[in-house]
């Protein structure tokens, strides 16, 4: 049975329009303490937004035991608040946790404890245009001990921060994309499609090394023969050939994306063909140069559908670079986006019930 107290309530936080994504805290979180042997009596509390203590022998800080998730709560077209497709996020959350060794809370909890979260800190969800409270739902190993396994105890919060639009300069400035065939993110039978700090902390040193070529993403490609597109550094890819959309299939080693899910579902109310195959590098190369290719776009919770209108393509880290240019234009991505935001903010319905109020 779960029991949520709540704190009284903070003034909502103030921000500048499109702050720095994940900088501008909302005033409260939702915080669970509990052992990996008492799953049945939980309890939440909902309380001020503040720095929590933590030993330095922490097992999460050591071994990487901890999973999240990230998803957006839209203001609706009616003024209310709804999270998108809230119940997709909590099945990966709790394959998340599972795959980490870690106690599954349920969908149920994860739910009800959103509901409540998004009750109370309702105020905070802005009213611009693309603008969103991005939530941040997070479970890490609490045992304060160096040795390698699975903890005993257990916290899990659920925090949110004001969010407008992921990249600088906003969705309108195509992102610069870099590939170095060198680079490995996730190898099969690894981490790549759970959502775990060990997944995205692979991703930190090549992200570093692209930013020194003015590049705002990575894009990876496969472990063993470094030749297929896997997805970029939090993000899934597509491309439009012959006007067909195409995107890597789900094999284990990239993130089974909800915004992807939704693209591959829409897109049949908007006349476009959908495959779900592997793509070559040097296939997509010459796609583009030829004109088969029209389009590049990465899509994600925090991103939705950017555009890409460059990649800077790198064999090796000592070798040189050559730069792949893109169309400018972008008309499917463009109307994929446009149904999208519609969908999120309630002024369309989407296929299925993906609204959670």
């Not at 900088?23 to 009596?41: C, G, Q, V, Y």
């Not at 998803?71 to 609706?76: A, N």
Request: glycine share 8%.
């Amino acid at each position: 049975m779960l029991q949520i107290r709540k704190s009284d309530k903070l003034p909502k936080v103030n921000y500048s329009p499109h702050p720095r994504f994940g900088t501008i805290f909302a005033p409260h979180l939702l915080r669970i303490n509990f052992s990996a042997e008492n799953l049945d009596d939980l309890v939440a509390e909902i309380i001020p937004f503040a720095r929590e203590p933590f030993a330095p022998s922490t097992i999460a800080l050591h071994y990487g035991q901890s999973v999240f998730e990230g998803l957006k709560v839209y203001r609706q077209q009616d003024g209310s608040v709804g999270a998108f497709r809230a119940d997709l996020h909590a099945t990966r959350f709790m394959k998340s946790a599972s795959r980490m060794a870690m106690p599954v809370i349920g969908e149920k909890v994860f739910l009800d404890c959103l509901r409540e979260y998004m009750n109370f800190e309702s105020e905070s969800v802005p009213f611009e245009p693309d603008h969103s409270l991005y939530i941040r739902p997070l479970q890490i190993g609490r045992d304060e001990i160096v040795k390698v396994g699975r903890s005993k105890n257990y916290t899990f919060y659920i925090m949110s921060s004001i969010a407008g639009s992921y990249f600088q300069g906003g969705a309108s400035k195509a992102a610069r994309v870099f590939v170095n065939r060198k680079f490995v993110r996730a190898f099969p039978g690894g981490l790549g499609e759970i959502k775990t700090a060990a997944n995205y902390a692979a991703s930190l040193g090549p992200q570093f090394y692209a930013e020194q070529f003015k590049c705002d993403q990575v894009l990876y490609l496969d472990a063993i023969r470094h030749e297929f597109i896997d997805e970029l550094g939090g993000m899934n890819f597509f491309m439009v050939k012959n006007g067909e959309l195409v995107t890597p299939p789900l094999t284990g080693t990239i993130l089974n994306g909800v915004t992807r899910k939704s693209i591959l579902e829409i897109a049949p109310s908007l006349n476009l063909r959908t495959r779900e195959e592997p793509i070559s590098l040097n296939s997509l190369i010459a796609d583009i140069n030829s004109g088969k290719v029209t389009e590049t776009f990465a899509c994600g919770t925090a991103a939705v559908i950017h555009s890409i209108g460059e990649l800077v393509v790198q064999d090796d880290s000592d070798g040189p670079t050559k730069t792949v240019k893109l169309p400018t234009e972008n008309p499917i991505g463009s109307r994929l986006l446009d149904v999208l935001k519609k969908t999120q903010r309630g002024f369309v319905k989407g296929p299925g019930n993906w609204i959670f109020r």
